[in-house]
Protein backbone atom coordinates (compact mmCIF):
# COMPACT_ATOMS: atom_id res chain seq x y z
CA UNK A 1 0.00 0.00 0.00
CA UNK A 2 2.66 1.96 0.74
CA UNK A 3 4.49 1.95 -2.54
CA UNK A 4 1.74 2.21 -4.62
CA UNK A 5 0.64 5.74 -3.05
CA UNK A 6 4.44 6.91 -3.19
CA UNK A 7 4.13 5.48 -6.75
CA UNK A 8 0.92 7.52 -7.24
CA UNK A 9 2.46 10.98 -5.66
CA UNK A 10 6.01 10.25 -8.35
CA UNK A 11 3.06 10.01 -11.07
CA UNK A 12 1.38 13.16 -9.88
CA UNK A 13 4.45 14.95 -9.98
CA UNK A 14 5.75 13.75 -13.23
CA UNK A 15 2.51 14.54 -14.55
CA UNK A 16 2.30 17.94 -13.18
CA UNK A 17 6.17 18.25 -14.58
CA UNK A 18 5.36 17.76 -18.13
CA UNK A 19 1.84 20.11 -18.09
CA UNK A 20 1.04 21.75 -20.09
CA UNK A 21 2.39 20.43 -23.45
CA UNK A 22 2.27 23.96 -25.01
CA UNK A 23 5.53 24.83 -22.75
CA UNK A 24 7.55 21.94 -24.60
CA UNK A 25 6.52 23.29 -27.97
CA UNK A 26 8.87 25.55 -29.65
CA UNK A 27 7.85 29.35 -30.17
CA UNK A 28 10.29 30.02 -33.56
CA UNK A 29 12.96 32.26 -31.48
CA UNK A 30 15.72 29.46 -30.57
CA UNK A 31 18.09 30.58 -33.05
CA UNK A 32 17.57 33.89 -31.91
CA UNK A 33 17.21 33.08 -28.26
CA UNK A 34 21.39 30.90 -28.74
CA UNK A 35 22.90 33.74 -30.46
CA UNK A 36 26.09 33.54 -28.60
CA UNK A 37 27.53 36.57 -27.05
CA UNK A 38 30.84 36.69 -24.63
CA UNK A 39 30.35 38.79 -21.92
CA UNK A 40 31.08 39.33 -18.53
CA UNK A 41 33.61 36.28 -18.37
CA UNK A 42 32.00 33.93 -20.20
CA UNK A 43 30.02 33.25 -23.67
CA UNK A 44 26.19 32.97 -23.17
CA UNK A 45 22.87 32.75 -25.26
CA UNK A 46 21.71 36.10 -26.09
CA UNK A 47 18.36 34.71 -24.38
CA UNK A 48 20.29 35.06 -21.12
CA UNK A 49 21.78 38.43 -21.72
CA UNK A 50 18.23 39.90 -22.38
CA UNK A 51 17.05 38.28 -19.01
CA UNK A 52 19.84 39.62 -17.13
CA UNK A 53 19.74 43.26 -18.57
CA UNK A 54 16.12 43.55 -18.13
CA UNK A 55 16.45 41.83 -14.49
CA UNK A 56 19.29 44.38 -13.79
CA UNK A 57 18.16 47.88 -14.97
CA UNK A 58 13.83 46.63 -14.33
CA UNK A 59 13.84 44.43 -11.18
CA UNK A 60 12.00 41.97 -13.40
CA UNK A 61 12.10 40.02 -16.41
CA UNK A 62 9.22 41.44 -17.38
CA UNK A 63 8.10 44.47 -18.63
CA UNK A 64 4.42 46.30 -18.63
CA UNK A 65 4.20 48.73 -21.32
CA UNK A 66 2.31 52.32 -21.28
CA UNK A 67 -0.90 49.71 -22.81
CA UNK A 68 -0.84 47.30 -20.66
CA UNK A 69 1.13 44.77 -23.42
CA UNK A 70 3.05 42.37 -20.91
CA UNK A 71 6.71 42.06 -23.15
CA UNK A 72 8.95 39.48 -22.10
CA UNK A 73 12.93 40.02 -21.68
CA UNK A 74 14.08 39.02 -25.09
CA UNK A 75 11.75 41.67 -26.70
CA UNK A 76 12.28 44.27 -24.25
CA UNK A 77 16.10 43.67 -25.06
CA UNK A 78 15.34 43.74 -28.44
CA UNK A 79 13.78 47.19 -28.52
CA UNK A 80 17.14 48.30 -26.55
CA UNK A 81 19.37 46.81 -28.81
CA UNK A 82 17.93 48.00 -31.67
CA UNK A 83 16.70 51.23 -30.40
CA UNK A 84 13.00 50.74 -31.28
CA UNK A 85 11.83 53.34 -28.64
CA UNK A 86 12.67 56.78 -27.00
CA UNK A 87 14.30 55.09 -23.75
CA UNK A 88 14.61 58.30 -22.58
CA UNK A 89 10.65 59.06 -21.46
CA UNK A 90 10.43 54.77 -20.55
CA UNK A 91 9.67 54.55 -16.68
CA UNK A 92 12.45 51.78 -17.14
CA UNK A 93 14.44 52.34 -14.28
CA UNK A 94 14.39 50.76 -10.90
CA UNK A 95 14.57 52.61 -7.60
CA UNK A 96 12.99 50.88 -4.67
CA UNK A 97 14.99 52.04 -1.78
CA UNK A 98 12.49 54.42 0.17
CA UNK A 99 15.09 56.39 2.22
CA UNK A 100 16.93 57.15 -1.08
CA UNK A 101 13.69 58.59 -2.90
CA UNK A 102 12.94 60.74 -0.23
CA UNK A 103 16.68 62.00 -0.15
CA UNK A 104 16.52 63.09 -3.60
CA UNK A 105 13.17 64.13 -3.91
CA UNK A 106 11.75 61.30 -6.25
CA UNK A 107 7.94 60.05 -5.87
CA UNK A 108 7.68 57.51 -2.96
CA UNK A 109 4.78 55.34 -4.20
CA UNK A 110 6.72 54.95 -7.77
CA UNK A 111 9.35 52.00 -7.99
CA UNK A 112 10.51 52.72 -11.99
CA UNK A 113 11.87 56.08 -13.38
CA UNK A 114 13.03 57.33 -16.69
CA UNK A 115 16.38 57.59 -17.54
CA UNK A 116 15.62 60.99 -17.92
CA UNK A 117 14.37 62.06 -14.91
CA UNK A 118 17.51 60.20 -12.87
CA UNK A 119 19.71 62.00 -14.88
CA UNK A 120 18.39 65.52 -13.96
CA UNK A 121 18.19 64.41 -10.55
CA UNK A 122 20.66 66.70 -9.03
CA UNK A 123 20.18 65.50 -5.54
CA UNK A 124 21.19 61.98 -6.53
CA UNK A 125 23.82 63.14 -8.49
CA UNK A 126 25.23 64.77 -5.38
CA UNK A 127 24.86 61.42 -3.34
CA UNK A 128 26.92 59.61 -5.96
CA UNK A 129 29.29 62.03 -6.08
CA UNK A 130 29.76 61.49 -2.39
CA UNK A 131 29.92 57.97 -2.84
CA UNK A 132 32.99 57.97 -5.47
CA UNK A 133 34.65 60.03 -3.01
CA UNK A 134 34.08 58.22 -0.31
CA UNK A 135 35.18 54.96 -1.93
CA UNK A 136 38.09 56.64 -3.13
CA UNK A 137 39.17 57.36 0.07
CA UNK A 138 38.59 53.86 0.80
CA UNK A 139 36.06 54.59 3.83
CA UNK A 140 32.38 52.35 4.11
CA UNK A 141 29.76 54.03 2.64
CA UNK A 142 26.55 54.62 3.94
CA UNK A 143 23.23 52.61 2.30
CA UNK A 144 22.05 55.53 0.79
CA UNK A 145 25.55 55.81 -1.17
CA UNK A 146 25.17 51.95 -2.10
CA UNK A 147 21.84 52.06 -3.38
CA UNK A 148 22.90 55.75 -5.53
CA UNK A 149 25.84 53.97 -6.64
CA UNK A 150 23.68 50.57 -7.65
CA UNK A 151 21.35 53.24 -9.70
CA UNK A 152 24.04 54.47 -11.53
CA UNK A 153 25.25 51.07 -12.46
CA UNK A 154 21.40 50.75 -14.07
CA UNK A 155 21.69 54.38 -15.98
CA UNK A 156 24.90 53.38 -17.32
CA UNK A 157 23.81 49.53 -18.51
CA UNK A 158 20.20 51.14 -20.13
CA UNK A 159 22.38 53.48 -22.07
CA UNK A 160 25.39 51.00 -22.78
CA UNK A 161 22.38 48.86 -24.33
CA UNK A 162 20.82 51.06 -26.26
CA UNK A 163 21.48 51.15 -30.27
CA UNK A 164 24.25 49.14 -28.82
CA UNK A 165 26.87 47.31 -31.87
CA UNK A 166 29.16 47.13 -29.52
CA UNK A 167 28.05 44.10 -28.05
CA UNK A 168 30.51 41.16 -28.53
CA UNK A 169 28.95 38.70 -31.01
CA UNK A 170 31.64 38.65 -33.22
CA UNK A 171 33.90 35.52 -32.45
CA UNK A 172 37.94 36.14 -32.27
CA UNK A 173 39.34 34.36 -35.22
CA UNK A 174 41.78 31.82 -33.37
CA UNK A 175 42.18 32.58 -29.68
CA UNK A 176 39.56 30.57 -28.02
CA UNK A 177 40.00 32.55 -25.03
CA UNK A 178 40.41 35.83 -27.19
CA UNK A 179 38.33 38.74 -27.08
CA UNK A 180 34.80 38.98 -28.84
CA UNK A 181 33.95 42.25 -30.87
CA UNK A 182 30.76 44.11 -32.15
CA UNK A 183 29.42 43.85 -35.70
CA UNK A 184 31.18 47.63 -35.57
CA UNK A 185 34.65 45.79 -34.68
CA UNK A 186 34.40 42.90 -37.51
CA UNK A 187 36.43 44.75 -39.57
CA UNK A 188 39.21 44.63 -37.78
CA UNK A 189 39.05 40.71 -37.28
CA UNK A 190 38.32 39.63 -40.83
CA UNK A 191 37.67 41.27 -44.44
CA UNK A 192 35.11 43.65 -45.74
CA UNK A 193 33.82 40.87 -48.27
CA UNK A 194 33.36 38.80 -44.55
CA UNK A 195 32.08 41.38 -42.30
CA UNK A 196 29.25 42.57 -45.35
CA UNK A 197 26.44 40.08 -44.59
CA UNK A 198 26.97 40.10 -40.78
CA UNK A 199 26.13 43.95 -41.39
CA UNK A 200 23.72 43.54 -43.43
CA UNK A 201 21.24 40.92 -41.40
CA UNK A 202 22.14 43.18 -38.45
CA UNK A 203 20.22 46.03 -40.78
CA UNK A 204 17.61 44.02 -41.67
CA UNK A 205 16.86 42.69 -38.22
CA UNK A 206 16.68 46.35 -37.18
CA UNK A 207 14.24 47.83 -40.11
CA UNK A 208 12.00 44.30 -39.24
CA UNK A 209 11.53 45.71 -35.50
CA UNK A 210 11.34 49.31 -36.53
CA UNK A 211 8.00 48.45 -38.66
CA UNK A 212 6.47 45.64 -36.93
CA UNK A 213 7.89 46.05 -33.08
CA UNK A 214 7.85 43.29 -31.22
CA UNK A 215 4.91 41.28 -33.15
CA UNK A 216 8.07 40.93 -36.22
CA UNK A 217 10.09 38.96 -33.82
CA UNK A 218 9.54 35.63 -35.62
CA UNK A 219 10.84 37.44 -38.50
CA UNK A 220 13.25 39.01 -36.67
CA UNK A 221 14.39 35.21 -36.00
CA UNK A 222 14.64 33.78 -39.28
CA UNK A 223 17.39 36.96 -39.98
CA UNK A 224 19.22 35.67 -37.15
CA UNK A 225 19.95 32.30 -38.20
CA UNK A 226 21.81 33.50 -41.05
CA UNK A 227 23.35 36.11 -38.65
CA UNK A 228 24.26 33.17 -36.96
CA UNK A 229 25.34 30.98 -39.34
CA UNK A 230 27.52 33.46 -40.75
CA UNK A 231 29.09 34.02 -37.52
CA UNK A 232 29.88 30.37 -37.06
CA UNK A 233 31.20 30.38 -40.81
CA UNK A 234 33.82 32.79 -39.58
CA UNK A 235 35.49 31.06 -36.57
CA UNK A 236 33.68 27.11 -36.68
CA UNK A 237 36.65 26.19 -33.93
CA UNK A 238 35.99 29.44 -31.38
CA UNK A 239 32.28 30.06 -32.10
CA UNK A 240 30.41 27.24 -29.27
CA UNK A 241 28.36 24.65 -30.14
CA UNK A 242 24.61 25.44 -30.49
CA UNK A 243 23.84 22.36 -28.22
CA UNK A 244 25.46 24.40 -25.38
CA UNK A 245 24.07 27.67 -25.82
CA UNK A 246 20.64 25.75 -26.03
CA UNK A 247 21.40 23.71 -22.51
CA UNK A 248 21.29 27.28 -21.08
CA UNK A 249 18.46 28.22 -22.75
CA UNK A 250 16.78 25.52 -21.78
CA UNK A 251 17.16 26.44 -18.12
CA UNK A 252 15.91 29.63 -18.67
CA UNK A 253 12.82 28.75 -19.46
CA UNK A 254 11.80 25.51 -17.69
CA UNK A 255 12.71 27.16 -14.37
CA UNK A 256 13.49 24.21 -12.63
CA UNK A 257 13.67 26.08 -9.05
CA UNK A 258 9.96 26.99 -9.30
CA UNK A 259 8.87 23.85 -10.26
CA UNK A 260 9.89 22.86 -7.57
CA UNK A 261 8.50 24.89 -5.03
CA UNK A 262 5.29 24.28 -6.56
CA UNK A 263 5.58 20.52 -6.04
CA UNK A 264 6.51 21.27 -2.42
CA UNK A 265 3.44 23.37 -2.10
CA UNK A 266 1.55 20.43 -3.54
CA UNK A 267 3.04 18.04 -1.58
CA UNK A 268 2.48 20.19 1.82
CA UNK A 269 -1.14 20.78 0.73
CA UNK A 270 -1.36 16.60 0.29
CA UNK A 271 0.24 16.48 3.65
CA UNK A 272 -2.00 18.58 5.06
CA UNK A 273 -4.81 16.44 4.10
CA UNK A 274 -3.24 13.57 5.35
CA UNK A 275 -2.56 14.80 8.82
CA UNK A 276 -6.82 16.14 9.14
CA UNK A 277 -8.41 13.23 7.53
CA UNK A 278 -7.29 10.34 8.79
CA UNK A 279 -9.12 7.90 6.41
CA UNK A 280 -7.32 9.47 3.32
CA UNK A 281 -4.41 6.99 3.68
CA UNK A 282 -2.16 10.19 1.56
CA UNK A 283 1.02 10.18 3.30
CA UNK A 284 2.98 8.52 1.29
CA UNK A 285 1.43 10.17 -1.92
CA UNK A 286 2.99 13.49 -0.59
CA UNK A 287 6.28 12.02 0.12
CA UNK A 288 6.45 10.87 -3.43
CA UNK A 289 5.43 14.50 -4.76
CA UNK A 290 8.12 16.01 -2.38
CA UNK A 291 10.40 13.02 -4.01
CA UNK A 292 9.88 14.98 -7.83
CA UNK A 293 10.35 18.50 -5.94
CA UNK A 294 13.77 17.17 -4.55
CA UNK A 295 14.36 15.65 -8.11
CA UNK A 296 13.66 18.83 -9.88
CA UNK A 297 15.67 21.03 -8.23
CA UNK A 298 18.17 18.22 -8.23
CA UNK A 299 17.86 18.51 -11.90
CA UNK A 300 18.49 22.47 -11.94
CA UNK A 301 21.43 22.06 -10.09
CA UNK A 302 23.06 20.44 -12.40
CA UNK A 303 22.16 22.64 -15.46
CA UNK A 304 23.57 25.32 -13.33
CA UNK A 305 26.49 23.83 -12.32
CA UNK A 306 27.11 22.36 -16.06
CA UNK A 307 26.30 26.19 -17.11
CA UNK A 308 29.06 27.61 -15.04
CA UNK A 309 31.35 24.90 -14.49
CA UNK A 310 31.66 25.08 -10.51
CA UNK A 311 29.58 24.80 -7.87
CA UNK A 312 26.01 26.55 -7.38
CA UNK A 313 27.12 28.17 -3.86
CA UNK A 314 28.99 31.21 -5.22
CA UNK A 315 26.05 34.03 -4.10
CA UNK A 316 23.16 35.17 -1.90
CA UNK A 317 20.60 33.83 -4.86
CA UNK A 318 22.56 30.18 -5.41
CA UNK A 319 22.50 30.04 -1.08
CA UNK A 320 19.35 30.79 -1.17
CA UNK A 321 18.27 27.98 -3.69
CA UNK A 322 20.21 25.93 -1.85
CA UNK A 323 19.25 26.34 1.82
CA UNK A 324 15.58 25.69 0.18
CA UNK A 325 16.99 22.73 -0.99
CA UNK A 326 18.74 21.56 2.16
CA UNK A 327 15.57 22.44 3.99
CA UNK A 328 13.89 19.55 1.85
CA UNK A 329 16.55 17.14 1.68
CA UNK A 330 17.44 17.30 5.03
CA UNK A 331 13.61 16.60 6.56
CA UNK A 332 13.08 13.82 3.48
CA UNK A 333 16.00 11.86 4.71
CA UNK A 334 14.74 12.74 8.74
CA UNK A 335 10.80 11.90 8.06
CA UNK A 336 11.47 8.82 6.03
CA UNK A 337 13.39 7.10 9.13
CA UNK A 338 11.62 9.17 11.83
CA UNK A 339 7.89 8.55 9.76
CA UNK A 340 6.44 11.25 12.76
CA UNK A 341 4.70 13.40 9.89
CA UNK A 342 6.57 16.82 11.39
CA UNK A 343 9.44 17.37 9.60
CA UNK A 344 8.32 17.90 6.17
CA UNK A 345 4.93 19.79 7.60
CA UNK A 346 7.51 22.35 9.25
CA UNK A 347 10.34 22.21 6.23
CA UNK A 348 7.77 22.52 3.18
CA UNK A 349 6.86 26.37 4.11
CA UNK A 350 10.09 27.64 4.62
CA UNK A 351 11.43 25.85 1.60
CA UNK A 352 8.69 27.20 -0.67
CA UNK A 353 9.38 30.86 0.87
CA UNK A 354 13.43 30.57 -0.12
CA UNK A 355 12.49 29.65 -3.84
CA UNK A 356 10.06 32.15 -4.28
CA UNK A 357 11.97 34.88 -3.22
CA UNK A 358 14.97 33.52 -5.38
CA UNK A 359 12.39 33.40 -8.18
CA UNK A 360 10.73 37.06 -7.84
CA UNK A 361 13.31 39.13 -6.55
CA UNK A 362 16.00 39.52 -8.84
CA UNK A 363 17.34 42.66 -8.22
CA UNK A 364 17.88 41.85 -5.20
CA UNK A 365 18.65 38.27 -5.54
CA UNK A 366 20.79 38.22 -8.47
CA UNK A 367 20.58 35.10 -10.41
CA UNK A 368 23.13 35.77 -13.04
CA UNK A 369 26.63 33.68 -13.64
CA UNK A 370 29.15 35.66 -13.13
CA UNK A 371 33.51 34.80 -13.05
CA UNK A 372 34.45 34.07 -9.33
CA UNK A 373 36.69 36.15 -7.74
CA UNK A 374 40.00 34.98 -7.23
CA UNK A 375 39.69 34.03 -3.67
CA UNK A 376 36.54 31.55 -5.02
CA UNK A 377 38.12 30.27 -7.83
CA UNK A 378 39.63 26.94 -5.52
CA UNK A 379 36.50 24.66 -6.74
CA UNK A 380 37.91 21.84 -3.92
CA UNK A 381 37.26 24.51 -1.42
CA UNK A 382 34.33 25.81 -2.90
CA UNK A 383 32.98 22.85 -2.66
CA UNK A 384 32.98 21.43 0.95
CA UNK A 385 33.08 24.89 2.76
CA UNK A 386 30.13 26.68 1.65
CA UNK A 387 27.63 23.47 1.25
CA UNK A 388 28.36 23.14 4.66
CA UNK A 389 27.54 26.47 5.87
CA UNK A 390 24.74 26.60 3.91
CA UNK A 391 23.65 22.86 4.98
CA UNK A 392 24.10 24.09 8.53
CA UNK A 393 21.77 26.87 7.41
CA UNK A 394 18.79 24.49 6.18
CA UNK A 395 19.14 22.41 9.40
CA UNK A 396 18.46 25.29 11.62
CA UNK A 397 15.62 26.92 9.58
CA UNK A 398 14.19 23.06 10.06
CA UNK A 399 14.61 23.58 13.24
CA UNK A 400 12.90 26.73 13.25
CA UNK A 401 9.83 24.98 11.23
CA UNK A 402 9.97 22.43 14.11
CA UNK A 403 9.90 25.01 16.62
CA UNK A 404 6.72 27.05 15.21
CA UNK A 405 4.98 23.88 14.84
CA UNK A 406 5.45 23.14 18.30
CA UNK A 407 4.17 26.63 19.83
CA UNK A 408 1.27 26.21 17.66
CA UNK A 409 0.90 22.97 19.32
CA UNK A 410 1.33 24.46 22.69
CA UNK A 411 -1.37 27.37 22.07
CA UNK A 412 -3.83 25.11 20.58
CA UNK A 413 -3.27 21.91 21.99
CA UNK A 414 -1.58 22.09 24.97
CA UNK A 415 -2.95 18.45 25.95
CA UNK A 416 -1.37 16.48 23.44
CA UNK A 417 1.93 15.72 25.83
CA UNK A 418 3.08 13.11 23.66
CA UNK A 419 3.01 14.62 20.81
CA UNK A 420 4.92 17.91 22.13
CA UNK A 421 7.47 15.61 24.21
CA UNK A 422 7.83 13.80 19.80
CA UNK A 423 8.44 17.26 18.73
CA UNK A 424 11.01 18.39 21.31
CA UNK A 425 12.81 15.16 20.23
CA UNK A 426 13.13 15.93 16.66
CA UNK A 427 14.27 19.66 17.13
CA UNK A 428 17.23 18.40 19.58
CA UNK A 429 18.13 16.28 17.06
CA UNK A 430 17.85 18.26 14.15
CA UNK A 431 19.61 21.00 16.24
CA UNK A 432 22.50 18.56 16.17
CA UNK A 433 22.97 17.94 12.57
CA UNK A 434 23.12 21.84 12.39
CA UNK A 435 25.53 22.18 14.84
CA UNK A 436 27.43 19.68 13.57
CA UNK A 437 27.45 21.04 10.32
CA UNK A 438 28.53 24.78 10.88
CA UNK A 439 31.22 23.40 12.96
CA UNK A 440 32.64 21.79 10.41
CA UNK A 441 31.80 24.72 7.98
CA UNK A 442 33.79 27.21 10.29
CA UNK A 443 36.67 24.75 10.59
CA UNK A 444 37.03 24.61 6.81
CA UNK A 445 36.64 28.03 5.83
CA UNK A 446 39.61 28.81 8.72
CA UNK A 447 41.93 26.59 6.60
CA UNK A 448 40.56 27.76 3.48
CA UNK A 449 41.48 31.14 4.80
CA UNK A 450 44.78 30.06 6.05
CA UNK A 451 45.45 28.78 1.98
CA UNK A 452 43.67 32.04 0.76
CA UNK A 453 44.60 35.04 2.94
CA UNK A 454 47.13 34.10 5.03
CA UNK A 455 45.76 33.46 8.76
CA UNK A 456 43.29 31.00 10.19
CA UNK A 457 41.21 33.68 11.75
CA UNK A 458 40.51 37.27 11.56
CA UNK A 459 37.56 38.38 13.17
CA UNK A 460 36.28 39.33 10.12
CA UNK A 461 32.25 40.00 10.31
CA UNK A 462 30.86 37.17 8.64
CA UNK A 463 33.73 34.98 10.49
CA UNK A 464 32.40 36.75 13.78
CA UNK A 465 28.58 36.25 13.11
CA UNK A 466 29.07 32.57 11.88
CA UNK A 467 30.75 31.89 15.78
CA UNK A 468 27.58 33.95 17.40
CA UNK A 469 25.59 31.63 15.67
CA UNK A 470 27.27 28.37 16.42
CA UNK A 471 27.15 29.77 20.44
CA UNK A 472 23.43 30.11 20.50
CA UNK A 473 22.54 27.00 19.79
CA UNK A 474 25.74 25.23 21.49
CA UNK A 475 24.31 27.31 24.53
CA UNK A 476 20.98 25.83 24.18
CA UNK A 477 22.01 22.34 23.53
CA UNK A 478 24.30 22.08 26.75
CA UNK A 479 21.56 23.75 28.52
CA UNK A 480 19.04 20.86 27.46
CA UNK A 481 21.85 18.23 28.16
CA UNK A 482 21.86 19.37 32.06
CA UNK A 483 18.49 19.59 32.35
CA UNK A 484 18.82 23.52 32.15
CA UNK A 485 15.86 24.23 29.41
CA UNK A 486 12.77 21.57 28.92
CA UNK A 487 11.29 20.97 25.81
CA UNK A 488 9.20 23.87 25.47
CA UNK A 489 12.58 25.79 25.88
CA UNK A 490 14.62 23.82 23.34
CA UNK A 491 11.49 25.21 20.61
CA UNK A 492 11.68 28.53 21.96
CA UNK A 493 15.34 28.36 21.12
CA UNK A 494 15.20 27.33 17.75
CA UNK A 495 13.13 29.97 17.06
CA UNK A 496 15.13 33.19 18.37
CA UNK A 497 19.24 31.65 17.79
CA UNK A 498 17.88 31.67 13.80
CA UNK A 499 18.11 35.29 14.18
CA UNK A 500 22.02 35.20 14.57
CA UNK A 501 21.68 32.84 11.43
CA UNK A 502 19.55 35.59 9.73
CA UNK A 503 22.02 38.09 10.97
CA UNK A 504 25.51 35.98 9.36
CA UNK A 505 23.65 35.11 6.34
CA UNK A 506 21.86 38.07 5.44
CA UNK A 507 22.75 40.28 7.64
CA UNK A 508 26.16 40.52 6.97
CA UNK A 509 25.91 40.88 3.31
CA UNK A 510 22.96 43.34 3.25
CA UNK A 511 22.86 45.59 5.94
CA UNK A 512 26.70 45.63 6.91
CA UNK A 513 28.62 45.68 3.52
CA UNK A 514 31.89 45.11 5.06
CA UNK A 515 34.72 42.87 5.32
CA UNK A 516 36.77 40.02 2.93
CA UNK A 517 33.38 38.63 1.95
CA UNK A 518 32.47 41.25 -0.36
CA UNK A 519 31.81 39.14 -3.21
CA UNK A 520 28.52 38.11 -1.10
CA UNK A 521 27.36 41.61 -0.31
CA UNK A 522 24.63 43.12 -2.04
CA UNK A 523 22.13 46.20 -2.29
CA UNK A 524 17.97 46.40 -2.31
CA UNK A 525 17.33 44.19 0.56
CA UNK A 526 14.29 45.32 2.83
CA UNK A 527 15.65 45.42 6.53
CA UNK A 528 12.50 46.76 7.18
CA UNK A 529 10.39 43.73 6.39
CA UNK A 530 12.85 40.95 7.74
CA UNK A 531 12.57 43.50 11.12
CA UNK A 532 8.91 43.79 11.03
CA UNK A 533 8.42 39.48 10.33
CA UNK A 534 11.23 38.93 13.04
CA UNK A 535 9.25 41.29 15.49
CA UNK A 536 6.15 39.69 15.38
CA UNK A 537 7.52 36.35 15.38
CA UNK A 538 9.37 37.25 18.96
CA UNK A 539 6.13 38.48 19.92
CA UNK A 540 4.13 35.34 18.85
CA UNK A 541 6.85 33.30 20.64
CA UNK A 542 6.43 35.47 23.89
CA UNK A 543 2.36 35.56 23.89
CA UNK A 544 3.14 32.02 23.81
CA UNK A 545 5.38 31.77 26.67
CA UNK A 546 3.02 34.10 28.34
CA UNK A 547 0.32 31.10 27.86
CA UNK A 548 2.51 28.29 28.47
CA UNK A 549 3.64 29.57 31.80
CA UNK A 550 0.82 31.52 32.58
CA UNK A 551 2.16 35.19 33.12
CA UNK A 552 -0.98 36.51 33.37
CA UNK A 553 -3.33 34.01 34.68
CA UNK A 554 -5.71 35.95 37.48
CA UNK A 555 -3.95 34.69 40.88
CA UNK A 556 -6.04 32.89 43.51
CA UNK A 557 -8.11 35.26 45.70
CA UNK A 558 -6.78 35.39 49.48
CA UNK A 559 -8.90 34.14 52.45
CA UNK A 560 -10.18 36.60 54.07
CA UNK A 561 -11.26 36.18 58.33
CA UNK A 562 -15.33 37.51 57.81
CA UNK A 563 -15.87 40.93 59.97
CA UNK A 564 -17.10 39.75 63.26
Known amino acids: MKLTTF ?35 RKKPLDTVAQETVAKIHGSTTYKLADGTQEDALSTYLALWFNTRNWNEEPFVLVSYRPLKEATGLDLERKQFTFQELMANREL ?23 ALTIEDRLNLLYQSVGD ?15 WGGLD ?31 HIPMVASLAEQLKAGLQQLSPDIYPADAVMQREVHFNHFHPFAKAWQRYAIAFTVLLVSQWIKRWNVYWTAIGLFTTGIAVQ ?16 TNMYESVVWVGFGIM ?13 FYLLAAAPLSVVCLVLADSLPAVLDPSIS ?51 TLSQLNYRVLQVGVLLLTAGIILGGIWAHFSWGRFWGWDPKETWALIALLCYLAPLHGRLVGWIGDFGIHVASIVSFNAVLMAWYGVNFVLGTG ?49
Do not use: C
Not at 15 to 41: E, I, K, N, Y
Open 125 to 147: AAIVSAAHRQALNEIDLSRNERE
Open 516 to 564: LHSYGFGTGGSELLIASVVGVDLLMVLATAARHYGWFKRSEPLTTVENL
Open 371 to 421: PLVPVLRDNFWLSIHVPTITLSYASFALALGVGHVALFNYLFTPQANQRLK
Open 7 to 41: LIGLVLGVVLLVWPLSQWQPDGVDSLRSLAVQLDG
Open 329 to 341: AIALLLEVFSQKR
Open 165 to 179: RRLPIVPHPDDIKGK
Open 298 to 313: TYGFFLRMQIADRPPV
Open 185 to 215: EAAQFYTPEQAAPLLAAFAMMQQTLLQGGTT
